[in-house]
């Protein structure tokens, strides 16, 4: 590296045999090819998203392997595109392809099939027919400091004119990611001294559905919007937890306190919504609601202090900027500030592996009063 620098300060490398400079050559051995992979990044969102759109994965859970031939005149293609998009979706690793014949990779099966339990295909299409958009507008977004998939001159969120298909679909997926992340939690933080949670803007009970399936004695509230707490008592009861999950309708966001008999508040993927004086005030609100030695959990992708990443809770964070008019992925120092402020003591973090969140800061309410 050190004698590459020193050719590189020196001048322009001789191409070989040339006598004129090498263009092809940069210092230390770089090559755009991480550059490519960045620019061509939603090449591969957009085989993700056509491929659900036509029900790729479904028609191959229901049919089994099947050539490129046939799967092209099941789903109404012309060859010559229905080889170039299994070829791609097998690169991707979403297909196997054996004996010229294509089946679903793992991932797929479990994850892309319609009507499977898991199924994400929903937050697929919703990215694609709305969030997908907006990113083509970013330099817009980081000029204006405003949203691009809505209007917030005309609209009251960006859920207000979305299609209602698309949003139900959106739901779903978010019930699975939620899961996968609840149960992350549920491995991460020991809810045994813990009797009633609070899910805090809890969207249709992912959470309170997997933390009580894991603790039998725990019981669980969500808090949020009617349209949205329908939804959830559908779902829970559904799941057989109608006698241990309740919903409280409301708006966090709104002067009322929070409902009253809860050892546990759960915030999670809430605080990134909205600005710093908004979140302050919810986790005032959530020590106001607890009781003595009652604890709150955020659970985000939380950035790193110094926000050199990770990258994940960064796009994210940019991802407010096009979705919401303040919201904002914060720093575990910023979380720390604003719990301590909010009169929490003891304040822990505990690492999580999941696509919802990378961590859930623990903090505890000790004492009736806040410090001054």
Known sequence: MHQTMEK??????????????????????????????????????????????????????????????????????HPRPARMLLACCTALGLLIREDGRHRNAPIAEEFLVEGRP???????????????????????????????TWDPDLQESAFVTADPEILDGFWEAMFTLSSFTAQALSSA???????????????????????????????????????????????????????????????????????????????????HDWDEA???????????????????????LVLDDDETGPAQAALMGLNMLVETRSGHNYTYGEYRHWLTEAGFTDISVAPLDAAGANAALIARKIGGHRPL
Not at 221 to 243: C, F, H, S
């Open 118 to 148: 898991h199924y994400f295909g929903g937050f697929v299409r919703y990215s694609d027919r709305h969030g997908y958009a907006g990113w083509g507008r970013l330099q817009e977004a980081v000029r204006d400091n405003r949203p691009t």
């Open 278 to 300: 908004t979140g302050r005030r919810l986790l005032e609100k959530c020590h106001a609601a607890l009781p003595d030695g009652g604890a709150v959990i955020i659970c985000e």
């Open 189 to 271: 933080y020991d809810f045994t001294a813990h009797r009633r949670l609070l899910d805090v803007g809890g969207g249709t009970g992912a959470f309170p559905v997997g933390l009580c399936r894991r603790h039998p004695h725990l019981g669980a509230t969500v808090l949020d919007l009617p349209r949205i707490t329908e939804m959830t008592r559908a779902k829970v009861a559904a799941l057989g937890l109608a006698d241990r999950i309740g919903t409280h309708d409301g708006d966090f966001l709104s002067a009322e306190p929070l409902p009253p008999g809860h050892d546990v508040i759960l915030l999670s993927m809430i605080l």
């Open 8 to 77: 590189a300060a020196k001048g322009p490398v001789q191409a070989p045999g040339t006598g004129g400079p090498d263009t092809t050559a940069a210092p230390g051995g770089l090559t755009p090819v991480p550059l490519m992979e960045l620019t061509t990044g939603f090449w591969r969102f957009k085989v993700l998203a056509a491929a659900v759109d036509l029900g790729l994965f479904s028609v191959l859970s229901r049919s089994g392997a099947l050539d490129a031939p046939t799967l092209g005149r099941e789903l109404g293609l």
